[in-house]
């Protein structure tokens, strides 16, 4: 169950990265709002998991998904360039989640 709170926790950190781009800095109110909102879950998500996670493990995966989910984001929906270098570093970063989870943690 921690895990699956994990890949939530990294989803809404996904939509807190967005959020903060659609803010305009903080201009825009709904934005805004969302921002604080998805921050709020994903660390309330978080800290739930780390109680019976390892933190070094459970941080790396959720800030992975996270940058993996809002550089995917970025390239697909605010067209941002896409790039081997880019595509390759999102394969590396997989990469060492999956090394995590394998090396343990559980």
Same mark, same amino acid.
């Given at each position: 169950?921690?895990?699956?709170?994990?890949?939530?926790?990294? /989803?809404?950190? +996904? %939509?807190?990265?967005?959020?903060?781009? !659609? #803010?305009? &800095?903080?201009? *825009?109110? /709904?934005?805004? +709002? %969302?921002?604080?909102?998805?921050?709020? !879950? #994903?660390? &309330?998500?978080? *800290?739930?998991?780390?109680?019976?996670?390892?933190?070094?493990?459970?941080?790396?995966?959720?800030?992975?998904?996270?940058?993996?989910?809002?550089?995917?984001?970025?390239?697909?929906?605010?067209?941002?360039?896409?790039?081997?270098?880019?595509?390759?570093?999102?394969?590396?970063?997989?990469?060492?989640?999956?090394?995590?989870?394998?090396?343990?943690?559980?």
């Amino acid at each position: 169950m921690a895990w699956v709170l994990i890949v939530v926790a990294g /989803l809404f950190e +996904v %939509a807190m990265a967005y959020s903060l781009k !659609l #803010s305009d &800095g903080f201009s *825009s109110v /709904l934005p805004s +709002v %969302a921002f604080v909102v998805f921050a709020v !879950l #994903s660390f &309330g998500l978080l *800290s739930l998991a780390l109680k019976s996670l390892e933190v070094g493990t459970a941080y790396a995966v959720w800030t992975g998904i996270g940058a993996v989910g809002t550089a995917a984001l970025g390239m697909v929906v605010l067209g941002e360039d896409v790039s081997p270098l880019k595509i390759i570093s999102i394969v590396l970063i997989l990469a060492g989640v999956v090394g995590l989870n394998l090396a343990g943690g559980h």
